[in-house]
């Protein structure tokens, strides 16, 4: 569904429908999605080039497409080592493309959910790609908001962030019904509920509380995330428009 919405060709007429129903409400959402696609990017892209993090481990990866995590920090860092998780059979299915390591890197895949983060963080290949006592950047893009309040979200954040060394990144993002008519963000959560993903809205302060508590945020904060170093000086979407929060935050030590 998420496929569907950034312009990829990996998803089925099911996926169509089902989003096409979800955004009936709030059409606009498209450009939410595709911003929080161009974050991710930019997030990995500061990692490797500025912050030096030469492994990442990416849970909720979602289908292959342009811009892969392993495809930016190889860009800038060959060496670099990805970790990809997903509990999604459409994702194992084409499992193959996330595996196209530069031949100085490597990368991996983990059929995993992130409600059971001591099972990831356990599990072999993961040990056996990255160097937990050398520093992490951990991804959670566009996830959490399918981890429910009952799910302990802010629990699951913490096992993982716990695991890392000092030094380590998180990146998250999350959507938001702040911006715009709460009625029409509701009927959205809802049909995607009825789809069968449970999905949850929160607002900023949430987010941030849930995600980086105890870390350190990379300026500009938790913010927009087309407003987080965005790329060139060209005008950006409205906040009605984005309805994505993402941060970078990093583990002192």
């Not at 849970?59 to 060496?79: D, F, R």
């Not at 290949?125 to 981890?147: E, K, Y």
Request: zero cysteines; proline letters at 8%; hydrophobic letters at 40%.
């Amino acid at each position: 569904m998420y496929d569907y919405l950034i312009g990829g060709k990996n998803h089925f007429a099911a996926d169509r429908e089902a989003m096409e129903k979800a955004i009936a409400p709030r059409p606009i959402v498209r450009t939410g999605a595709r911003e929080n696609r161009a974050f991710l990017g930019r997030a990995v892209r500061y990692l490797a080039a500025e912050a030096g993090i030469r492994q990442f481990l990416d849970i909720g990866t979602g289908l292959p497409t342009t811009g892969n995590v392993h495809e930016v920090a190889q860009a800038v860092a060959p060496e670099s080592r990805i970790v990809y998780v997903d509990n999604d059979p459409m994702v194992l299915a084409h499992a193959r493309a996330l595996l196209t390591s530069a031949p100085e890197g490597r990368t991996a895949y983990l059929d995993a959910d992130l409600r059971h983060p001591d099972a990831i963080l356990a599990d072999p290949v993961a040990r056996d790609i990255l160097d937990f006592s050398q520093p992490i950047g951990l991804l959670l893009v566009a996830v959490l908001h399918f981890i429910q309040d009952e799910e302990d979200p802010a629990g699951i954040v913490a096992t993982l962030v716990d695991a890392l060394p000092p030094g380590s990144y998180l990146v998250a993002s999350h959507t938001t019904g702040e911006h715009g008519n709460a009625a029409e963000a509701a009927a959205g959560q809802q049909a995607y509920r009825d789809s069968g993903n449970p999905f949850q809205l929160r607002d900023s302060d949430v987010f941030a509380r849930l995600a980086f508590s105890g870390l350190e945020l990379v300026p500009p904060g938790v913010t927009l995330v087309s407003e987080w170093r965005p790329d060139d000086p060209e005008p950006r979407p409205s906040p009605i428009e984005v309805n994505f929060y993402g941060g970078v935050a990093r583990k002192a030590g």
